[in-house]
């Protein structure tokens, strides 16, 4: 009794400790007010890291932060995230600067937009801006009236940005009306960027003192940032998952074989694994268009659609559920991705192999159930009728007989049989079997 109190009292102890830690964690650590608060943009701009710049600057200036510096490296990404970005860094109320590093590095695409809309553009040598044009996601030009919006709606809104910051205006429309791009010495010498520096350190060296507008009529002073601490807001490791999740290709994958997974299991109970990692794939398939903007009723229409294959499988509705199913996911499809940019829609091909793999094994599935429903089933003492059994008794006419290695009462439907001869299982009463000679030409092997 002492030793199970005691292993009961250590292990409250270890919960209490981790539950302590826990806290901790997501306290986070404190942060230094009038630090220099640094960002890494590092990669493709997505919903995620427009997330995670949205928390960066809210944290720097939570803590009454002098600057926020967004190291960039980039090839370009959504639209719609760039523009997310360039909205939160006009309404911050702490100065922003862009640094494209390291050398190699670019702020090309929508990371040009991004480093317009900054209070301080900076490049290190060796890297490159421009060629904000915009494209599909499959790197294709946008054609017809479509094209020609987008492009005059880019074009506008990269050269107010600017002429906001008092940038080449004139360069930064090329940069998307002619995909017009420039390395660090060129962005210089034409104005699109103020500084040429080769680290961070010779950047708040260079801007110590002087004076941002943040808005209109609201200025800033950078006053000691050389000397000022630094405070790095990286990727948290659930934000670099859901960056990898955030994928609708990716993730209509993990649905549809999460989905394989799950119909698996269940036709065939017990081999687990495929349920697990079905169900596993599917959550994280969710998970993934949930980090998108796509419509939460599309997502439920989807996923009630599998909810109503599966029941087809399980619940002769006559194809009613299946074709329920159909209905639901051709409007979760339609739903979810309406108002979708076409980048951020999953790969079509892919879409349609995955549909005829899913529909194929569903088809074939349900075809095996169905055969199997129309089998009789046959349990108990009538499952043996047919079989062949040897006497361990004298049947004069009852006495026992060996069938499947059971010994069971038997009565001869006529005549008698000797003990280890061959009988036959012609019928059943109650728990008596009843049984025949077998002819002597019969060349069946007894059960038992």
């Given at each position: 009794m002492?030793?199970?109190?005691?292993?009961?009292?250590?292990?409250?102890?270890?919960?209490?400790?981790?539950?302590?830690?826990?806290?901790?964690?997501?306290?986070?650590?404190?942060?230094?007010s009038?630090a220099v608060?640094?960002?890494?943009?590092d990669?493709?701009?997505?919903?995620?890291?427009?997330?995670?710049?949205?928390?960066g600057?809210?944290?720097?200036?939570?803590?009454?932060?002098?600057?926020?510096?967004?190291?960039?490296?980039?090839?370009?990404?959504?639209?719609?995230?760039?523009?997310?970005i360039?909205?939160?860094?006009?309404?911050?109320?702490?100065?922003?600067a862009?640094?494209?590093?390291?050398?190699?590095g670019?702020?090309?695409s929508?990371?040009?937009?991004?480093?317009?809309?900054?209070h301080?553009?900076?490049?290190?040598?060796g890297?490159?801006?421009?060629?904000?044009?915009?494209v599909?996601?499959?790197?294709?030009?946008?054609?017809?009236?479509?094209?020609?919006?987008?492009?005059?709606?880019?074009?506008?809104?990269?050269?107010?940005?600017?002429?906001?910051?008092?940038?080449?205006?004139?360069?930064?429309?090329?940069a998307?009306?002619?995909a017009?791009?420039?390395?660090?010495?060129?962005?210089?010498?034409?104005?699109?960027?103020e500084?040429?520096?080769?680290?961070?350190?010779?950047?708040?060296?260079?801007?110590?003192?002087?004076r941002?507008?943040l808005?209109?009529?609201?200025t800033?002073?950078?006053?000691n940032?050389?000397?000022?601490?630094?405070?790095?807001?990286?990727?948290?490791?659930?934000e670099r998952?859901?960056?990898?999740?955030?994928?609708?290709?990716?993730?209509?994958?993990?649905?549809?074989?999460?989905?394989?997974?799950?119909?698996f299991e269940?036709?065939?109970?017990g081999?687990i694994f495929?349920g697990?990692?079905g169900?596993?794939?599917?959550?994280?398939?969710?998970?993934?268009?949930?980090?998108?903007?796509?419509?939460?009723a599309?997502?439920?229409?989807?996923?009630?659609?599998?909810?109503?294959?599966?029941?087809?499988?399980?619940?002769?509705?006559?194809g009613?559920?299946?074709?329920?199913?159909?209905?639901a996911?051709?409007?979760?499809?339609?739903i979810?991705?309406?108002?979708?940019?076409?980048?951020l829609?999953?790969?079509?091909?892919?879409?349609?192999?995955?549909a005829?793999?899913?529909?194929?094994?569903?088809?074939?599935?349900?075809?095996?159930?169905?055969?199997?429903?129309?089998?009789?089933?046959?349990?108990?003492?009538?499952?043996?009728?047919g079989?062949?059994?040897?006497?361990?008794?004298?049947?004069?006419?009852?006495?026992?007989v060996?069938?499947?290695?059971?010994?069971?009462?038997?009565?001869?439907?006529?005549?008698?049989?000797?003990?280890?001869e061959?009988?036959?299982?012609?019928?059943?009463?109650g728990?008596?079997?009843?049984?025949?000679k077998?002819?002597?030409?019969?060349?069946?092997?007894?059960?038992?």
């Amino acid at each position: 009794m002492r030793h199970r109190y005691r292993r009961l009292v250590a292990a409250a102890s270890l919960t209490v400790g981790l539950l302590m830690l826990l806290v901790s964690a997501c306290g986070g650590e404190r942060t230094p007010s009038g630090a220099v608060h640094v960002l890494e943009l590092d990669g493709t701009i997505g919903p995620i890291v427009d997330q995670y710049i949205d928390r960066g600057i809210s944290r720097a200036e939570d803590s009454q932060a002098r600057l926020v510096v967004i190291v960039m490296d980039t090839p370009g990404g959504l639209s719609s995230s760039m523009e997310s970005i360039v909205k939160r860094i006009l309404r911050a109320n702490v100065p922003v600067a862009v640094f494209v590093y390291p050398p190699g590095g670019r702020a090309a695409s929508a990371g040009t937009f991004v480093t317009m809309a900054a209070h301080i553009a900076a490049m290190a040598p060796g890297t490159r801006i421009g060629a904000a044009s915009a494209v599909n996601i499959d790197g294709s030009d946008i054609e017809g009236t479509l094209g020609k919006k987008i492009e005059n709606d880019a074009a506008a809104l990269i050269r107010a940005l600017a002429e906001m910051r008092g940038r080449n205006a004139d360069w930064a429309e090329s940069a998307v009306r002619d995909a017009a791009s420039a390395n660090a010495d060129e962005a210089l010498r034409l104005g699109v960027i103020e500084y040429e520096v080769p680290d961070l350190t010779a950047l708040l060296r260079a801007i110590d003192g002087r004076r941002v507008e943040l808005r209109p009529g609201v200025t800033f002073e950078l006053g000691n940032v050389s000397s000022a601490p630094r405070v790095e807001t990286k990727m948290t490791a659930w934000e670099r998952f859901l960056e990898f999740l955030a994928d609708p290709t990716l993730a209509s994958i993990l649905i549809s074989l999460g989905f394989l997974g799950l119909i698996f299991e269940l036709s065939n109970p017990g081999l687990i694994f495929p349920g697990v990692a079905g169900a596993i794939a599917m959550v994280l398939g969710f998970l993934g268009l949930g980090a998108l903007p796509v419509e939460t009723a599309g997502l439920a229409l989807i996923a009630l659609a599998l909810v109503f294959f599966a029941l087809e499988l399980f619940v002769p509705s006559g194809g009613i559920l299946g074709a329920g199913g159909v209905v639901a996911l051709i409007l979760g499809a339609i739903i979810a991705f309406r108002d979708t940019p076409a980048e951020l829609q999953p790969n079509r091909i892919v879409l349609g192999i995955l549909a005829f793999v899913v529909v194929g094994m569903f088809v074939s599935i349900a075809l095996g159930l169905a055969r199997m429903r129309r089998i009789p089933a046959v349990i108990g003492l009538e499952a043996m009728i047919g079989k062949s059994a040897i006497a361990r008794t004298p049947l004069t006419p009852e006495g026992f007989v060996l069938v499947q290695g059971e010994r069971w009462r038997a009565r001869m439907a006529e005549g008698q049989a000797r003990e280890g001869e061959r009988v036959r299982i012609v019928g059943a009463e109650g728990f008596e079997l009843v049984v025949r000679k077998e002819d002597a030409g019969d060349g069946t092997t007894p059960e038992g």
